[in-house]
């Protein structure tokens, strides 16, 4: 496959900066809004091959983008350990059984990918069968730390009280589930692979709640092991992208991973991140923009960001891969979405 995006990550030359987008697929396209309206629910969404493979295509065919990432949601993992999943509208994912201790850990099944996430891997098939030649397909899981604080917390949550109790007071019970859960991952991603993504991504969204000390034994040290995992497997050629966010004071750690990309937000300078590792980065623009202003205001912020990358890249915008700072928002308008990428890529032709 002949394509920037895969070059940037194998240290390849690209014709221009890529760029895709977190959350490409969302509420901000009006057909995604119509197709989530006939599934009935995010999670019947995401348990339709059909369907999932429809939203993941609509931002593919309206925009000029660089790599399509499959449409899932990370806390298909833990349900398929065995936990109750759902979503209510305006609040996000809720676990009507949230883990309270070691017994519940205990009680989490193994996963079958093939057989647990089958939807999954039956909307990879598709999408590898629908996308354009030279548009490749990220997969993805969330990391085991992120997906703890859910298990956790029972949902989203504020202050982390429950999970950092367990981290505070009981580490040991802590790791039990970290450990579960990053087998789990890495089986997942391994089965990703085989049905046929691209490229692996693993968000630690919630990585940057954590002290630094914290980071590395409660998060680092299960990316690790995740990313590890694949490649023992024999899959030592799959690009692999690590992002937490809030977590650009740690990349120098976070460069240590067997992972071609760091994803960073934009609480870090690109200039500052490229002094820190010599790995691909992935980033920065903060998703608000998308939002609130126009096309003028977003050429000159992402200007601002690519400027100071090519200065600090010794006159070259080799090694990066542009993206928000995190996932786009419902509110982003589409205009400036095709806006952003012809400045990204008009900006940076080679």
């Known amino acids: 496959m002949n394509n920037n995006f895969l070059n940037i990550l194998g240290s390849k030359p690209s014709s221009y900066t890529p760029l895709w987008l977190m959350r490409q697929a969302g509420r901000y396209l009006p057909e995604y809004r119509e197709t989530r309206a006939k599934a009935g629910s995010f999670l019947n969404l995401c348990k339709n091959p059909d369907l999932a493979t429809e939203v993941t295509l609509q931002p593919i065919r309206r925009f000029n983008l660089d790599a399509s990432i499959m449409f899932s949601d990370i806390l298909v993992v833990p349900e398929a350990m065995g936990m109750n ?26 996963i079958n990918p093939i057989h647990d996430l089958a939807y999954v891997m039956q909307t990879i098939k598709n999408l590898k069968q629908e996308l354009p030649k030279n548009i490749p397909l990220i997969g993805f ?7 703890a604080c859910y298990m956790l917390e029972g949902g989203a949550s504020k202050n982390y009280e429950k999970i950092k109790g367990f981290l505070y007071q009981s580490p040991d019970i802590l790791h039990l589930l970290l450990n579960k859960i990053a087998i789990a991952v890495a089986d997942y991603l391994i089965e990703q692979i085989k049905s046929g993504v691209d490229c692996i991504m693993l968000f630690d969204s919630w990585g940057g709640i954590l002290s630094e ?35 650009g004071n740690w990349i120098e750690y976070i460069s240590q991973l067997n992972c071609n990309a760091i994803g960073v937000d934009w609480t870090i300078n690109l ?15 903060d998703p608000v923009i998308l939002s609130v ?35 786009i928002l419902p509110s982003a308008k589409p205009d400036n979405v095709a806006a952003l990428i012809d400045i990204v890529h008009n900006h940076t032709m080679r």
């Open 271 to 285: 200039a500052k991140a490229r002094m820190k590792t010599d790995k691909v980065l992935q980033g920065n623009l």
């Open 293 to 327: 202003t126009d096309r003028e205001t977003i050429t000159k912020e992402v200007r601002k960001i690519l400027n100071d990358y090519y200065i600090s890249n010794n006159g070259s915008f080799d090694n990066l891969i542009f993206n928000l700072g995190h996932g």
């Open 213 to 247: 000390t914290a980071f590395k034994e409660f998060s680092l040290k299960y990316l690790d092991l995740i990313i590890n995992k694949i490649r023992s497997s024999g899959y030592t050629d799959i690009p692999i992208i690590s992002f937490t966010k809030g977590g």
């Open 85 to 110: 999943l759902h979503f209510i509208e305006g609040e996000g994912p809720k676990f009507d059984n949230p883990i309270k201790g070691q017994a519940d850990i205990l009680n989490l099944k193994p």
């Open 141 to 147: 899981s969330g990391s085991p730390w992120t997906l």
